[in-house]
């Protein structure tokens, strides 16, 4: 059984769009930590995420920065969301 364990959807003061969801889901060994999650930050006036973190299947854990993808070593919930916060922040001054 799936819990929703964080959602959040806000405009920020620069009007970029960030977006968090978190379930916690069965550990399995696709998802061994029992997590899934999508976190996207999306700048005012563009299309697609400047920062996305994901780990849908079959790439797991990863991240997108710009045009980089690479991936993610995933810990756990509070260290997901600490690090999304600090590219968000990086994000909203790279032009």
């Given at each position: 059984?799936?819990?929703?364990?964080?959602?959040?959807?806000?405009?920020?003061?620069?009007?970029?769009?960030?977006?968090?969801?978190?379930w916690?889901?069965?550990?399995?060994?696709?998802?061994?930590?029992?997590?899934?999650?999508?976190?996207?930050?999306?700048?005012?006036?563009?299309?697609?995420?400047?920062?996305?973190?994901?780990?849908?299947?079959?790439?797991?854990?990863?991240?997108?920065?710009?045009?980089?993808?690479e991936?993610?070593?995933?810990?756990?919930?509070?260290?997901?969301?600490?690090?999304?916060g600090?590219?968000?922040?990086?994000?909203?001054?790279?032009?």
């Amino acid at each position: 059984m799936a819990f929703l364990l964080h959602k959040l959807k806000l405009v920020d003061e620069a009007g970029g769009i960030e977006e968090r969801v978190v379930w916690m889901i069965p550990k399995s060994d696709r998802h061994p930590e029992g997590v899934r999650y999508r976190l996207a930050y999306i700048r005012k006036g563009e299309k697609r995420p400047m920062v996305l973190y994901d780990n849908h299947l079959p790439k797991g854990h990863h991240r997108h920065y710009g045009n980089l993808e690479e991936p993610y070593n995933f810990s756990d919930v509070e260290n997901l969301l600490k690090d999304f916060g600090k590219d968000i922040e990086a994000a909203k001054w790279k032009h």
